[in-house]
């Protein structure tokens, strides 16, 4: 009796730590990965049956409002900062923060904008009075970057008045596709994505801290799941997915 009645114990426990399918989860995610998220998630959903909600906006945002309870099962940070900012804060479990991928900055102008060098009389020039599009340089990732690419070529005191900050990198990207400004600063992923823009200059990658996307699992919200899909991100399905639209994962483990 007691061999059957252990063994019965052991099935409901391993049925408990399994993802049951039709759940859903709910992920707090980058805006910069908007398109790679939503074809992760659509890929998850047919191979296990549990729906994934995103919310995308600036990692900054995010970070508070995962900070201050904010019912996410994940979150995924464009960056080391905001990451130990939630981590920090007792809001998402240190030991399951990991990278998923990576990306790289460059300056772009609308379709047709010709090449140009990182010399400060070539952006001056081109942006001809106009200003550059950013994502606020203190509190978002792609702005960070970019500010401190500008500073390491030399470009600061130039264009440091000169700056559009915006709310996050889409933003940014949205302006010079619609004209409103004539160069950005985004993530080539984000270039990649729409067909109004051009990219006019790569930023070199040893000018900016590396772009490093995290994700962990929030604090308080232990569902199976949400453990999944997490390992899911790391897997080859999610990685392929991610490199057909321009993210870095050789460092992906």
Do not use: C, H
Not at 129 to 155: C, F, H, N, Q, W
């Amino acid at each position: 009796m007691f061999p059957r009645l252990f063994l019965v114990i052991g099935f409901l426990l391993a049925t408990l730590t399994q993802p049951l399918a039709g759940s859903s989860l709910t992920v707090f995610a980058a805006a910069s990965m908007r398109e790679a998220m939503e074809r992760i998630g659509q890929v998850y959903e047919v191979e296990t049956g549990n729906s994934v909600i995103f919310s995308f906006a600036g990692t900054g945002i995010l970070a508070r409002q995962v900070e201050a309870g904010a019912p996410a099962d994940l979150f995924i940070s464009a960056d080391d900062a905001w990451m130990n900012y939630v981590i920090e804060r007792d809001a998402v479990v240190p030991g399951t923060v990991r990278l998923i991928a990576s990306n790289e900055l460059v300056l772009i102008g609308a379709k047709g904008t010709e090449r140009l060098d990182l010399s400060e009389t070539r952006i001056t020039g081109a942006l001809d009075g106009g200003r550059m599009a950013i994502a606020d340089t203190e509190t978002v990732p792609a702005g960070r970057y970019g500010k401190a690419a500008l500073e390491s070529l030399g470009l600061w005191k130039a264009v440091s008045a000169r700056l559009a900050p915006m709310e996050n990198v889409r933003i940014a990207l949205a302006s010079v596709a619609r004209g409103d400004t004539p160069l950005g600063l985004v993530y080539r992923t984000d270039a990649a994505i729409e067909p109004e823009v051009a990219v006019v200059a790569e930023l070199p990658a040893e000018s900016y801290p590396e772009i490093r996307y995290l994700a962990a699992l929030t604090e308080g919200r232990p569902d199976p799941a949400a453990e999944a899909f997490l390992d899911f991100l790391s897997g080859q399905e999610a990685r392929e997915i991610l490199q057909s639209l321009g993210f870095v994962t050789d460092k992906v483990e």
